[in-house]
């Protein structure tokens, strides 16, 4: 083996991982939003979350971009520590489809349709359909199954040639000399743990080694231990990804460890013990690539079924290795936002819809709380709307910045549309906190000065009040349960409202004209109706960036012109209906 097998080495893993991270990334996003809503069906129940580790694991190819993603999510406090344990677990099992594919590079077979089946062969096809599907198509999913497609031909491609690389050293007697150390299986665990923690991937680790393992060097005696040692190895990754959350995301990396550790701690106590006592005979037989993925494979599933029982336990250890924290509370606050989520950018994207949510809620809550004070002004109440109007100015500028760090990774046409949608509505929101700050305002102005409302048009605000409150409820309940029939039911009460509120106006000025009203408490009315119309107005914005996005971004300027001038017979029916509700005395 000269040096020039060794760049051949080098650049075979490099090709190898550089097409598991394409085709993992491809995954990811093919996938979508159904990342994020299958990890929120986390129960109590260890052999669902074991089911669905498994599958989320096969869906990104990455046991450890699993891990990761769930130290960002106990970080935010999204999931619970215990939730994590049989994820983890069943990501060690659906890890091992990976050791699968690869071992079909060892076929060997004068039958055309076996010889098929070997990567060689078949890859450049896959490779030609890949890369058709990329550049023709103009559907984003195609474009992604294109990718997987190239992704896996050039991980495949990077087996080959590291396949190639390695087949000297069986002739090479140094070689030879070298094996005879991974024959203890300490020193075999060790070797894995170390080489798979240095190129952070377990699939990778294993793929070197069924490429070793077609020169006819490799035993089970030496290859055993050091599968045993890979899965203790992929844990860097989850170590890496730990520092600096708090201790409950710090805990799922001792879980993810201990289940690893005590897993091939016991698995190699009970094979070489049983060794000792029966003497295995298969041990000194040359393993082969399919051997190899079957081990792994079996080695994964003893561990889960050894370990699943004791699930709990392994939550105790981590609690006992990582305690609560007694001095500084502060330290196990959860993030609001998990930067670690960026990695995962459908997830990432679902979350941030999930807070978009959160602030349509408080924004709703501040608004009805201004109006309820407006007529008897309460502190309390002022106090309560104050506090969620800094926490809705606060929420929009975390919110938005995240959003504009997400909008930078490679998003689907989907997430996309979201992330344009969610930067929106998240200002709307923070608008109308404003306007209910300002209407507190006003109330608390008019209580120190000792100025009421005349009953008439004390009745007129309360008309205006209760299509504001419908407004926003009609809103918020579409943009949470993103409703497009009930947000189709948002602009013709917005049309009603902006009338109200000029006739409401109209009829001050006469009664300022007949001086049954103060030129002082008319700015008030004037500056009231001002926040009712564009609170109004902004929950129309929602309304219409929900439409757009079911009807594929319809602008909203044509859409507003198109109701107001077309009248389509919906809008005319609910526009007569919120006007006959919502009618002023004469």
């Known amino acids: 083996m000269d040096i020039f097998s060794v760049f051949t080495l080098c650049g075979g893993l490099a090709f190898f991982l550089f097409g598991m991270h394409v085709m993992s990334q491809s995954l990811e996003k093919l996938a979508g939003g159904k990342l994020e809503s299958t990890l929120r069906k986390m129960t109590s129940n260890p052999f669902k979350s074991l089911g669905l580790g498994a599958g989320i694991t096969v869906a990104v190819q990455s046991s450890s971009a699993v891990t990761v993603m769930l130290v960002g999510l106990v970080n935010s406090g999204i999931m619970a520590l215990d939730q994590t344990v049989g994820v983890v677990m069943g990501s060690n099992i659906g890890t091992t489809l990976t050791a699968w594919i690869l071992s079909m590079a060892g076929i060997e077979s004068d039958n055309i349709f076996i010889s098929l089946l070997k990567p060689e062969n078949f890859a450049p096809v896959v490779a030609l359909f890949g890369i058709v599907l990329f550049m023709i198509s103009k559907k984003k999913k195609r474009q992604d199954i294109g990718m997987i497609?190239?992704?896996?031909?050039?991980?495949?491609?990077?087996?080959?040639?590291?396949?190639?690389?390695?087949?000297?050293?069986?002739?090479?007697?140094?070689?030879?000399?070298?094996?005879?150390?991974?024959?203890?299986?300490?020193?075999?665990?060790l070797f894995g743990a170390v080489f798979t923690g240095i190129i952070q991937s377990s699939a990778a680790s294993v793929g070197i080694l069924q490429a070793l393992s077609m020169t006819g060097t490799i035993s089970y005696r030496m290859a055993i231990p050091i599968i045993m040692g890979q899965n203790i190895g992929t844990c860097v990754t989850a170590l890496i990804s730990s520092i600096g959350v708090n201790r409950n995301a710090k805990r799922v990396t001792v879980v993810h460890m201990s289940f690893n550790i005590i897993g091939t701690v016991i698995c190699l106590l009970v094979f070489y013990g049983l060794d000792a006592l029966v003497h295995f005979a298969f041990l000194d037989k040359a393993i082969n690539p399919v051997e190899i993925a079957f081990v792994h494979s079996i080695f994964n599933i003893l561990t889960t079924i050894i370990l699943l029982p004791f699930s709990k336990f392994l939550v105790k250890?981590?609690?006992?290795?990582?305690?609560?924290?007694?001095?500084?509370?502060?330290?196990?606050?959860?993030?609001?936002?998990?930067?670690?989520?960026l990695a995962s950018p459908p997830?990432?994207?679902?979350?941030?819809?999930?807070?978009?949510?959160?602030?349509?809620k408080i924004s709703k809550s501040a608004m009805q709380d201004a109006v309820s004070i407006m007529f008897q002004y309460d502190?309390?109440?002022?106090?309560?709307v104050e506090e969620a109007e800094q926490k809705l100015d606060t929420m929009e500028d975390k919110l938005s910045t995240y959003l504009l760090k997400l909008s930078q990774k490679e998003l689907t046409e989907e997430d996309s549309t979201t992330i344009t949608e969610l930067l929106h509505t998240i200002g709307d929101f923070e608008r109308i906190g404003d306007?209910?700050?300002?209407?507190?305002?006003?109330?608390?102005?008019?209580?120190e000065s000792g100025l009421q409302f005349s009953e008439e048009a004390k009745a007129d605000f309360i008309t205006s009040f209760q299509a504001l409150t419908e407004i926003s409820e009609l809103a918020v309940n579409a943009y949470t349960k993103n409703d497009v029939s009930l947000a189709n039911k948002v602009e013709p009460l917005e049309e009603v409202i902006d009338k109200l509120t000029a006739k409401i106006k109209h009829k001050h000025i006469e009664r300022?004209?007949?001086?049954l009203c103060s030129p002082e408490l008319g700015v008030y009315i004037s500056d009231l109706l001002i926040f009712v119309e564009r609170i109004s107005d902004h929950y129309s914005n929602v309304a219409v960036i929900i439409i757009q996005t079911a009807q594929a971004n319809v602008d909203k300027?044509?859409?507003?012109?198109?109701?107001?001038?077309?009248?389509?017979?919906q809008f005319v029916k609910n526009y007569e209906k919120y006007k006959q509700k919502y009618r002023l005395a004469e």
């Not at 006992?320 to 509370?329: T, V």
């Not at 306007?435 to 209580?447: G, P």
């Not at 300027?557 to 017979?569: A, C, G, I």
């Open 512 to 515: 300022m004209k007949n001086g």
């Open 379 to 384: 502190q309390k109440i002022a106090d309560k």
């Open 435 to 447: 306007h209910a700050i300002n209407m507190v305002k006003i109330s608390h102005q008019m209580h």
């Open 557 to 569: 300027h044509d859409y507003l012109n198109e109701l107001k001038s077309e009248r389509n017979p």
């Open 149 to 189: 497609m190239l992704g896996f031909s050039v991980l495949m491609y990077g087996m080959e040639l590291m396949k190639d690389s390695v087949a000297p050293l069986a002739d090479m007697p140094e070689f030879q000399h070298l094996l005879v150390a991974f024959s203890v299986p300490i020193v075999g665990v």
């Open 347 to 360: 997830l990432a994207t679902s979350q941030c819809r999930q807070k978009a949510k959160g602030m349509a």
């Open 317 to 341: 250890l981590a609690y006992k290795i990582i305690p609560e924290a007694k001095g500084n509370k502060n330290e196990d606050k959860t993030v609001w936002l998990d930067e670690r989520l």
